[in-house]
């Protein structure tokens, strides 16, 4: 490993129940630390935080920001009005975080899961002209399979099950693929826009969701060249709409009648199974601090002030 280059100091933004470095981060963390990185785990959304006093904030397990959506927004305009930059940007997290982005990408060619939208109170009317019967539905603003239902349309329990789910939400409705139960689901990692490593998740048995939380696995695989095409192709089309700044990324999908179909882009808080990869958690640093010397670059005034204030 290379000696410290530079000196800045990164807050890695966490929820209040992940108060520590996550396992999956420490070796990323410590690596960090050797390119002379300082890095400070802080709760986002702790009034008691100082965020101009570091140079970027890397968004990591935030993992109930959608529980607490419009305090996350609030959150991200405080960071953009006092000159706090983070990584990824405050645009592309803001974009990727409702999950309507998937018809930006279907709209630019890109494969996903078919996917409807159905604003609040507007579901059951979108539900009837869903042509499949056995469905997924999702908050578009969610993770961790918060408030998902799977069922089938018609009824009376499934019926039930959709009539509790709260009414104030937009969802997203998308068919049920059973290829995610048989064949598993793909997770493509990148940093900085190059493919990195992948994993291939699988749900307990006579469950859906690939979740640790709720039994799935993850392993180690490699997966074709047409799934790691469509992949680029998919980060590709963001960089296209204006959000170029990926330092990290995560990409899911499914194999469907032998195509590779998106079903979630994960540029916020994703897992990026770095644990598995040493290498991988390597990489990530130094396109963090990379990130970190353009700021630098750009922003040599708000640098200086820092480095005095904190001198």
Not at 196 to 223: C, F, I, M, N, W
Not at 265 to 282: K, N, T, Y
Request: with cysteine; aromatic share 10%.
């Amino acid at each position: 490993m290379s000696a410290p280059v530079s000196d800045f100091r990164i807050a890695i933004a966490t929820a209040e129940a992940f108060r520590s470095v996550h396992v999956d981060d420490v070796y990323f963390v410590a690596v960090l630390e050797l390119l002379g990185v300082q890095p400070t785990v802080c709760v986002w959304n702790d009034p008691d935080v100082d965020w101009t006093s570091f140079d970027a904030v890397l968004i990591r397990t935030v993992w109930d920001y959608f529980q607490q959506y419009s305090a996350f927004l609030a959150w991200l305009d405080r960071l953009d009005q006092r000159g706090v930059p983070t990584i990824n940007d405050t645009r592309l997290v803001r974009w990727n975080s409702e999950k309507r982005y998937l018809l930006d990408l279907e709209q630019h060619g890109v494969p996903i899961i078919p996917t409807h939208f159905a604003r609040a109170g507007s579901l059951l009317e979108v539900l009837q002209s869903v042509p499949s019967r056995e469905v997924v539905i999702k908050p578009s603003v969610s993770g961790g399979a918060w408030h998902t239902a799977r069922g089938t349309l018609g009824t009376a329990a499934f019926k039930e099950t959709i009539t509790s789910l709260p009414s104030h939400l937009d969802y997203l409705v998308q068919p049920f693929v059973p290829e995610i139960a048989t064949n598993g689901e793909w997770s493509l990692l990148y940093f900085g826009g190059t493919y990195s490593h992948a994993v291939l998740k699988h749900p307990a048995k006579g469950d859906y969701r690939v979740q640790e939380d709720h039994g799935g696995t993850a392993t180690p695989a490699k997966p074709d060249a047409f799934i790691v095409q469509t992949a680029d192709s998919a980060l590709a089309t963001v960089a296209a709409l204006g959000y170029r700044e990926q330092v990290y990324a995560r990409v899911d999908g499914v194999v469907v009648d032998g195509q590779f179909c998106i079903m979630e882009l994960e540029l916020i808080e994703p897992l990026l199974h770095l644990g598995i990869r040493p290498d991988a958690a390597e990489r990530f640093a130094q396109h963090v601090v990379e990130r970190l010397k353009q700021l630098k670059k750009e922003r040599p005034d708000v640098t200086a002030a820092k480095a005095d204030s904190t001198s």
